[in-house]
């Protein structure tokens, strides 16, 4: 399903990366792929960003960390992004871009396709939960500081409100139903993909009020589970991210019904 591949310098010798090009409901998308050496089928990584635009761009030495872990990692950066076709709508028609990554993230070689799991952070928490909801064939999803209700974001996010009544198409009030079906805390019924949500209580950003509320609508019929943390805000400190990075990805291993391997690339 990939349209195009082309060699990207890796900073990690053990890992190949690749800016590739696939379709999306007829659009070419672009995204980051990075694939470990290894003798076998690694687990897949579907990586969503957050942000829109320049804002919240996939960044190398991330997909490059995610991927030292033993997973092969795919990461659109969404249509109208980085030369690809078509305009963002903040997790409007654009969650195809993710259900075709997912798709193309299983069909390669490299990755074992009973391994699946999927990754969203801020805005790409409610992408990863309908990519989720789509292909509940997946092992394991991660929201990390991720957007349930997109209204409740539209009324924390002054700054954002122009964006999103462009983006989504007016206010909450005159377009409730666009914001409703970008919002995972209508849908929780339907998902059958055990999940955690990782979240700063002082997130300023992303209130931890978008996690208690998932958790809330899903408890106690699925399988939820979270770490919160007082004393962070939407972005953590650098150490601290890459031990909670390394913690979350081996819970996904555990999730594969496999004892995880504890030494990264």
Same mark, same amino acid.
């Given at each position: 399903m990939i349209t195009h591949a082309q060699r990207f310098p890796s900073p990690h010798p053990q890992i190949t990366l690749f800016k590739v090009s696939y379709k999306s409901e007829g659009l070419t998308i672009k995204g980051l792929l990075a694939i470990p050496e290894h003798q076998r089928p690694l687990p897949g990584f579907l990586y969503l960003r957050g942000g829109i635009k320049k804002v919240g761009m996939v960044r190398i030495p991330r997909i490059i960390q995610l991927a030292s872990q033993g997973f092969v990692v795919m990461a659109p950066f969404y249509r109208g992004n980085e030369g690809g076709e078509g305009r963002e709508d903040f997790c409007g028609a654009d969650r195809y871009d993710a259900f075709h990554a997912f798709e193309m993230l299983r069909s390669l070689p490299s990755v074992n396709r009973e391994q699946l799991h999927i990754f969203g952070f801020s805005r790409g928490g409610p992408m990863a939960f309908f990519t989720a909801l789509r292909f509940p064939e997946a092992r394991s999803v991660v929201i990390w500081g991720g957007v349930s =209700?997109?209204? &409740?974001?539209? $009324? $924390? *996010?002054? =700054? &954002? *409100? !122009? #964006? #999103? !009544?462009?983006v989504i198409g007016g206010t909450p009030a005159k377009n409730p139903e666009a914001y409703r079906l970008r919002s995972p805390v209508y849908f929780c019924e339907g998902l059958d993909v055990p999940l955690l949500l990782i979240h700063g209580c002082r997130d300023e950003n992303v209130s931890l009020q978008h996690s208690l509320m998932l958790k809330e609508c899903l408890e106690p019929n699925k399988r939820v589970e979270t770490w919160f943390y007082p004393q962070y805000t939407h972005h953590f400190p650098p150490q601290e991210n890459r031990k909670i990075t390394f913690a979350f990805c081996e819970w996904m291993k555990t999730q594969n019904g496999e004892k995880p391997d504890l030494s990264p690339l």
């Open positions: =209700d997109m209204a &409740l974001t539209y $009324e $924390e *996010r002054v =700054d &954002l *409100r !122009k #964006m #999103m !009544k462009r």
